[in-house]
């Protein structure tokens, strides 16, 4: 099942999506107990909420909403960082694997939905304005302490993220380079973890301007998502419908020789298996 937060007619609201053109909302009397996807996923009611859409017509097409990133404000979203071999830092010298899982924080105030323009940074930070295309786990059941033995269990579907970064700034400040305005994407929606199957055969493809730049599958991580939600359920609580971006793979605009960054007009297309193309377009 897949479940999208959008905006229409001046409110936000969350429904499902149906053969990826039309969204049907829940029932008021469903709302009045689950008002958001939050609530939902802390309730475990996904299929509650299959339920009661069943049958259903769409309410408004996908074209007549604007889908918002499936993130609460609530949420948090925790990156991993250095996550797939690959030439790192850009100047292109591989590392031995870390010994350690890397994270860091992402702002609501640096993504946009599906579909919505990303903002080119402006001045000299324009100039190294990067992608990162990651495959991105949605908490259902919270928890502290999780153990990784039953870390899966915790997972109630997954997303999408272009984890935008500004290179030159990440250079200075880790967390201002990967934090400007409207920098990145995440969405279209989030796909239940009964309808993909098999977390560990995910696989992701990132394309700029139709060209494959990114392709790999959750096999290939250094780290596994049940150690990545096992280490980051150690020093911060996790709730229902926060977000763990699993890192990106080789091939972001900074590890070609020149680096191959982002400018207005650029279009990018994140896809993984199984849940689906998050789609973006690089504004003026």
């Not at 993504?111 to 324009?126: K, N, Q, R, S, T």
């Not at 990651?134 to 919270?142: D, N, Y």
């Not at 305005?181 to 995910?202: H, K, M, N």
């Not at 977000?243 to 400018?263: C, D, N, Q, V």
Request: with cysteine.
């Amino acid at each position: 099942m897949k479940i999208a937060r959008f905006m229409v007619q001046g409110r936000t609201g969350y429904g499902v999506v149906i053969d990826e053109t039309g969204i049907v909302e829940p029932t008021a009397d469903f709302r009045s107990r689950h008002p958001d996807i939050r609530s939902v996923l802390a309730a475990d009611a996904t299929q509650a909420l299959a339920r009661d859409v069943a049958g259903r017509p769409a309410g408004f097409t996908l074209d007549a909403v604007m889908l918002l990133p499936p993130l609460a404000p609530e949420n948090k979203l925790v990156c991993v960082g250095i996550n797939y071999r690959k030439k790192y830092p850009l100047e292109g010298v591989p590392p031995p694997d870390p010994d350690h899982i890397i994270v860091f924080a992402k702002h609501h105030d640096a993504m946009v939905g599906h579909g919505e323009p990303l903002e080119l940074p402006l001045g000299l930070a324009a100039e190294s304005f990067d992608y990162e295309g990651e495959i991105t786990l949605v908490i259902g059941k919270g928890g502290r302490h999780i153990a990784r033995e039953t870390a899966l269990a915790h997972v109630a579907g997954c997303t999408i993220l272009n984890d935008g970064s500004v290179r030159g700034w990440q250079k200075q400040s880790l967390h201002a380079g990967k934090n400007f305005a409207r920098s990145g994407g995440c969405g279209p929606w989030i796909v239940t973890a009964d309808e993909f199957g098999d977390l560990g055969q995910l696989s992701l493809t990132t394309r700029v301007n139709g060209e494959l730049r990114q392709q790999t599958d959750v096999g290939q991580m250094i780290f596994q998502p049940d150690e990545l939600i096992a280490y980051i359920s150690h020093f911060t609580p996790l709730h229902p419908g926060d977000l763990i971006a699993t890192g990106t793979p080789e091939g972001a605009g900074g590890s070609f020789s020149p680096p191959r960054f982002l400018k207005a007009g650029d279009h990018i297309e994140i896809s993984v298996s199984g849940v689906g193309t998050l789609r973006n377009r690089v504004g003026a």
